[in-house]
């Protein structure tokens, strides 16, 4: 992974406070004082985690001085995410936010890490047809680079960083 490991404790209203979890100073603080803060949480292997997923975002954002349009985006992506380990993954489901400092711009990093491949779609297969199959279209026109790593136990950490504006 990139990035240093300096981590802090947060908490923020709705959020769990974990150990490696970032408190933050609202808008106005440089890239460089945003730069290797993170957060990571658990998620239920349900269809309910993406949901929970993009409400935990939307609350980590707005405590770090990040919403409108930037927020909504990175929701999407966090919603394509944890909806793919949801119905193409084992468990376990864990979701990493991180605030990293890259070519003199602040950028969010998500990471899903999951259990690897599970070879059984049906926790999703009653979504319509015409609902699958955009995720990486939607991640493509919205990320600035994301890509997939394979750990060793057979799980794999999918990852996304969205520049901030």
Request: proline share 6%.
């Amino acid at each position: 992974m990139t990035g240093k490991k300096n981590q802090f404790r947060a908490q923020a209203p709705g959020l769990p406070v974990l150990a490696g979890a970032a408190t933050m100073r609202r808008p106005g603080m440089s890239a460089r004082s945003r730069a290797d803060r993170s957060l990571t949480c658990p998620l239920p292997h349900s269809l309910s985690a993406p949901t929970r997923a993009r409400r935990m975002t939307r609350r980590l954002l707005d405590r770090w001085g990040l919403n409108g349009d930037y927020a909504a985006s990175v929701e999407v992506v966090v919603s394509e995410l944890v909806t793919n380990a949801v119905c193409h993954a084992r468990p376990d489901i864990r979701i990493t936010w991180r605030i990293l400092s890259r070519d003199g711009r602040a950028h969010v990093r998500v990471e899903v890490a999951d259990g690897g491949p599970s070879g059984d779609a049906s926790v999703c297969s009653d979504r319509p047809a015409d609902e699958q199959g955009r995720g990486t279209l939607v991640i493509d026109a919205l990320a600035s680079d994301h890509g997939t790593v394979q750990c060793a136990m057979g799980g794999a950490l999918h990852w996304v960083e969205i520049a901030v504006p």
